[in-house]
């Protein structure tokens, strides 16, 4: 397959709420998508970095830049090309794991699409459908909380994930938990803690959670160990695990017991694929994290939780949960869980009307 040129779309997404966590408040997405043009099929890739570089090093910006200015440029030299390769042409470039996610996905995209084989079975999946969970962000208060949990009970989210953050952890969770004292329920501190909090995040094991996510910073893997050894609460890791072998390492060193894979976090679907094999050889089990996709991202990850180590509900919802018009046909939640696509590539329709009202601006970068 031949990369003749690509098309970088950036487009704003209002959320239909604002979802706050400890690194800020979103309100909108500013969006990079990506369509591979090759001489067999186009395919469509999406960029998941924020705005601002507070989640990780990369951001929206940085990553269409080192995508016009590094990334493309070795891509077009490359005389075939294939999503397997993509990785290795890039990797003289160093990190910009959201920048390669998203070209390699619009490659991979392109190239199953010709070849009319869906993602969920090149990637290796084994579902039909894969069970959903929410991510519930920070609120003003604990009533409002309760409030917006029960509003996604009663849709049929079948577990919630709770976003905490130093002076809003035990009591907003006690809360919940007492209101919902069998609901599945996760809470997620992006990194907002340090080992000296230890004895106070120990008060949470009293409420019976799935697990505790990234509680300690991306690099501190021995903290995470620790820590792990004193919680009766398994730890998750998020922003620490950026390859197979960074989550080799941390499984290695009792810093997790559960991992959440983000393929824009790791480079890729084909290293997410990669993570997920590591995880699966050790009895780690995985689940799929969210990046407030569109339904191109959506599809991807949908096909990604399908495989058979990811054992515990995601956070995919549905695409109302985030956008009252998506630019793709939503995804709606049946019985707590979304269909996996079964038409070619990411096996979704694009909305073209949708995509122009919430496009700003188009630029095409051809094959020199």
Same mark, same amino acid.
């Given at each position: 397959?031949?990369?003749?040129?690509?098309?970088?779309?950036?487009?704003?997404?209002?959320?239909? /709420?604002?979802?706050?966590?400890?690194?800020?408040?979103?309100?909108?997405?500013?969006?990079?998508?990506?369509?591979?043009?090759?001489?067999?099929?186009?395919?469509?890739?999406?960029?998941?970095?924020?705005?601002?570089?507070?989640?990780?090093?990369?951001?929206?910006?940085?990553?269409?830049?080192?995508?016009?200015?590094?990334?493309?440029?070795?891509?077009?030299?490359?005389?075939?090309?294939?999503?397997? +390769?993509?990785?290795?042409?890039?990797?003289?470039?160093?990190?910009?794991?959201? /920048?390669?996610?998203?070209?390699?996905?619009?490659?991979?995209?392109?190239?199953?699409?010709?070849?009319?084989?869906?993602?969920?079975?090149?990637?290796?999946?084994?579902?039909?459908?894969?069970?959903?969970?929410? /991510?519930?962000?920070?609120?003003?208060?604990?009533?409002?909380?309760?409030?917006?949990?029960?509003?996604?009970?009663?849709?049929?989210?079948?577990?919630?994930?709770?976003?905490?953050?130093?002076?809003?952890?035990?009591?907003?969770?006690?809360?919940?938990?007492?209101?919902?004292?069998?609901?599945?329920?996760?809470?997620? @501190?992006? +990194? /907002?803690?340090?080992?000296?909090? @230890?004895?106070?995040?120990?008060?949470?094991?009293?409420?019976?959670?799935?697990?505790?996510?990234?509680?300690?910073?991306?690099?501190?893997?021995?903290?995470?160990?620790?820590?792990?050894?004193?919680?009766?609460?398994?730890?998750?890791?998020?922003?620490?695990?950026?390859?197979?072998?960074?989550?080799?390492? +941390?499984?290695?060193?009792?810093?997790?017991?559960?991992?959440?894979?983000?393929?824009?976090?790791?480079?890729?679907?084909?290293?997410?694929?990669?993570?997920?094999?590591?995880?699966?050889?050790?009895?780690?089990?995985?689940?799929?994290?969210?990046?407030?996709?569109?339904?191109?991202?959506?599809?991807?990850?949908?096909?990604?939780?399908?495989?058979?180590?990811?054992?515990?509900?995601?956070?995919?919802?549905?695409?109302?949960?985030?956008?009252?018009?998506?630019?793709?046909?939503?995804?709606?939640?049946?019985?707590?869980?979304?269909?996996?696509?079964?038409?070619?590539?990411?096996?979704?329709?694009?909305?073209?009307?949708?995509?122009?009202?919430?496009?700003?601006?188009?630029?095409?970068?051809?094959?020199?």
């Amino acid at each position: 397959m031949r990369l003749e040129a690509v098309e970088l779309r950036r487009i704003r997404m209002p959320l239909v /709420a604002p979802f706050r966590t400890s690194y800020g408040t979103e309100t909108m997405r500013d969006v990079l998508l990506v369509r591979a043009v090759t001489d067999q099929c186009d395919g469509r890739g999406e960029c998941c970095a924020p705005s601002e570089p507070l989640y990780s090093s990369e951001y929206v910006d940085g990553c269409e830049d080192v995508l016009r200015r590094h990334l493309l440029p070795r891509l077009f030299a490359a005389p075939a090309l294939t999503a397997a +390769a993509v990785a290795e042409v890039l990797r003289p470039v160093q990190g910009h794991r959201m /920048a390669k996610a998203a070209i390699e996905m619009a490659v991979l995209d392109a190239e199953l699409t010709a070849r009319r084989e869906p993602f969920a079975r090149h990637l290796g999946g084994v579902r039909d459908a894969v069970a959903c969970g929410v /991510a519930v962000g920070i609120q003003e208060s604990v009533p409002r909380l309760l409030e917006v949990v029960q509003g996604y009970v009663d849709e049929g989210y079948g577990r919630v994930k709770l976003k905490i953050e130093p002076g809003w952890d035990v009591g907003p969770v006690r809360a919940v938990r007492e209101r919902f004292p069998d609901l599945p329920l996760q809470v997620d @501190a992006n +990194a /907002a803690y340090t080992p000296a909090d @230890a004895r106070h995040l120990a008060r949470l094991d009293e409420f019976d959670l799935l697990l505790i996510e990234q509680p300690l910073a991306e690099d501190d893997l021995r903290g995470h160990a620790s820590l792990a050894a004193r919680l009766a609460t398994p730890v998750c890791l998020d922003e620490s695990i950026v390859s197979a072998r960074s989550a080799a390492d +941390a499984i290695a060193m009792g810093a997790c017991s559960i991992v959440c894979v983000k393929p824009a976090r790791v480079g890729g679907y084909l290293e997410a694929r990669r993570v997920h094999d590591v995880c699966q050889a050790n009895g780690v089990p995985v689940w799929c994290g969210g990046m407030l996709e569109t339904g191109l991202g959506r599809a991807g990850n949908v096909a990604l939780a399908a495989l058979p180590n990811f054992t515990l509900p995601g956070d995919m919802s549905a695409s109302d949960r985030y956008y009252r018009r998506d630019v793709t046909e939503p995804f709606v939640l049946r019985d707590g869980r979304l269909g996996v696509p079964t038409g070619p590539g990411l096996g979704v329709e694009v909305d073209e009307v949708a995509l122009r009202e919430v496009t700003m601006r188009v630029d095409v970068v051809d094959r020199p």
